[in-house]
């Protein structure tokens, strides 16, 4: 096979990252705009050693899961932000499901036994596959205009709606048709809160600059209301927050009096609702390492005195004690990079009765499922969650509990 070159092959398994598997001469061919089942007509885009990357260009025979994609630019070669828009919303879900399933498989170790044990599932939010991203950022190309990157590439894709975006984000004066340029951005970010406010900062040399709207957006969560700078982190579906923490309660269910940590903790979300549980005699330590979120965690949950605020990175305040004393439940939220075999094994060291981990990427979950395991702890519990339509990624909450006396 060559770059440019279009060949004739049959989709077999979906793969992460929003592929499907193929195979041409015995070499695996990732295609993207497939279905599993289908025979399409692909074009080459990279060649690697061992396989090559290809876009469906043409359909010969199509799943009965395949639909026209609503949004006009998740065609082969324009944008690469949607990589499902061909799917149906069910068969989405099978899709995500699908993936954890081989992932914790071939990373997390665990049997088909085991994985069935657990009936994971990818479970949709309200609100359908559209109009749900309340925070999106805009590349900007060398004319000024606005839009989205094409998949794997730096080349931005000028367009005149994200049909993902918010409707409130949509109605913004920001891209193309508007007559809106930005020579001086090389990103336009664009928020539209649960709190009803709706702003927009130019993005220049890695520095966000207001240009509309408020500076502090209001959020909604977990029966609180919540400040914080527009540009700073937080879950980009409104249904997300209180979809989260619901699971992590339920599953870890914190009780009055217990010591709790909130590792990778953020603006504050979980370590509010594990407050509410473990009551005034309880404790929560909330670990953040960016300053906005430090920041934000501090201002609002000032009205909780039983939460403190630790400024470190996770790694650094486990290895040099900075969280001490005896823990009950923890929460994990790290990065899309995972915890790490070292953050786990700390956890596991303090011996608490119960782990929630909130993943944003399979893969990395799965390599710490391996580790929790080799620690002689259990996955008990797995949910998944739809918080991106339209695109390849899912969120997972798991219960990790230790051996059985």
């Not at 082969?76 to 068969?91: F, I, K, N, Y």
């Not at 109605?171 to 020579?183: F, K, Q």
């Not at 009096?257 to 909130?262: L, N």
């Not at 303090?350 to 929790?372: M, S």
């Amino acid at each position: 096979m060559e770059e440019a070159e279009r060949v004739e092959l049959t989709v077999d398994a979906v793969a992460p990252g929003g592929h499907c598997v193929a195979r041409v001469d015995g070499q695996v061919v990732f295609v993207r705009h497939a279905l599993p089942g289908e025979r399409v007509v692909a074009e080459v885009t990279e060649l690697h050693k061992g396989f090559a990357r290809a876009e469906a260009v043409e359909i010969l025979h199509a799943s009965p899961d395949r639909i026209e994609p609503p949004c006009p630019y998740a065609k082969p070669g324009r944008c690469g932000g949607c990589d499902l828009q061909h799917v149906t919303p069910a068969a989405q879900l099978r899709w995500k499901t699908e993936v954890v399933r081989e992932q914790l498989t071939r990373l997390g170790g665990l049997t088909a036994g085991q994985v069935d044990a657990l009936g994971v599932t990818v479970a949709a939010l309200p609100g359908g596959p559209l109009g749900w991203r309340s925070r999106v950022r805009y590349a900007v190309d060398a004319a000024g205009r606005a839009g989205l990157l094409k998949h794997r590439s730096h080349e931005v894709v000028p367009i005149d709606r994200c049909l993902i975006a918010h409707p409130a984000i949509q109605e913004l004066p920001v891209l193309t048709p508007s007559g809106a340029r930005w020579p001086d951005a090389e990103a336009v970010e664009t928020v539209a809160s649960t709190g009803g406010d709706v702003s927009v900062a130019t993005v220049t040399e890695g520095v966000a600059t207001p240009a509309s709207g408020p500076r502090r957006v209001r959020e909604r969560a977990v029966g609180r209301q919540w400040a914080l700078p527009a540009t700073a982190f937080w879950q980009v579906h409104p249904a997300a927050t209180d979809t989260l923490a619901g699971a992590v309660l339920e599953l870890v269910d914190p009780q009055p009096g217990e010591s709790a940590w909130d590792l990778y903790g953020g603006a504050g979300l979980f370590a509010a609702a594990l407050a509410d549980r473990v009551g005034d005699t309880g404790r929560v330590t909330l670990v953040e390492a960016a300053g906005d979120g430090v920041a934000a965690a501090r201002e609002n949950l000032r009205d909780l005195p039983r939460v403190e605020v630790v400024a470190a990175r996770v790694e650094t305040a486990l290895a040099r004690r900075r969280i001490t004393g005896p823990v009950d439940v923890v929460v994990l939220d790290p990065p899309r990079s995972g915890a790490g075999a070292a953050v786990v094994r700390a956890v596991l060291a303090a011996g608490p009765r119960a782990v929630a981990y909130v993943a944003c990427d399979p893969a990395a979950f799965a390599r710490d499922v391996r580790t929790f395991t080799g620690g002689d702890w259990r996955l008990a519990a797995l949910r998944g969650y739809d918080l991106f339509p339209m695109t390849q990624h899912v969120e997972l909450v798991g219960l990790f509990l230790p051996p059985v006396e």
